[in-house]
């Protein structure tokens, strides 16, 4: 079975950071692109960044670009997000994905087949 478990969301003063790990289990995800995506309140799903299976190439969202940091170890099967300089608008639930195996780095939700249950991250002005 699948699994995708976020953790390490929580609540951040502005201008603070936090760090999201994400663990996958039953199977290896070391050939599948990887990504974030965030869904606030009231709002649809948005992609935050992605990480191909196959080189460092990331993908980041401009409203995110500069201040977080996606990165993996596929050697753990861990996805990271290091978020910093953070700010109210970040505030949702933070979500990582994975993508076929050897699939292309994409930014729609659409392109991935599995899914974490998300983690909450505040973030307070």
């Known amino acids: 079975q699948v699994q995708l478990v976020e953790s390490g969301g929580g609540a951040v003063q502005a201008g603070g950071s936090l760090r999201l790990s994400c663990a996958a289990s039953g199977r290896t995800f070391s050939s599948s692109p990887m990504a974030w995506f965030r869904q606030a309140p009231g709002k649809e799903r948005e992609f935050v960044a992605a990480?191909?299976?196959?080189?460092?190439?990331?993908v980041y969202a401009d409203s995110v670009k500069g201040r977080f940091t996606i990165s993996r170890d596929n050697a753990k099967n861990m996805l990271y997000l290091q978020m910093n300089s953070l700010k109210a608008e970040d505030t949702a639930v933070y979500y990582c994905?994975?993508?076929?195996?050897?699939?292309?780095?994409?930014?729609?939700?659409?392109?991935?087949?599995?899914w974490g249950q998300g983690t909450q991250v505040t973030v307070s002005s």
């Open positions: 990480i191909p299976w196959s080189t460092d190439d990331t």
């Open positions: 994905a994975a993508g076929p195996k050897y699939g292309n780095t994409r930014v729609v939700g659409t392109a991935y087949a599995y």
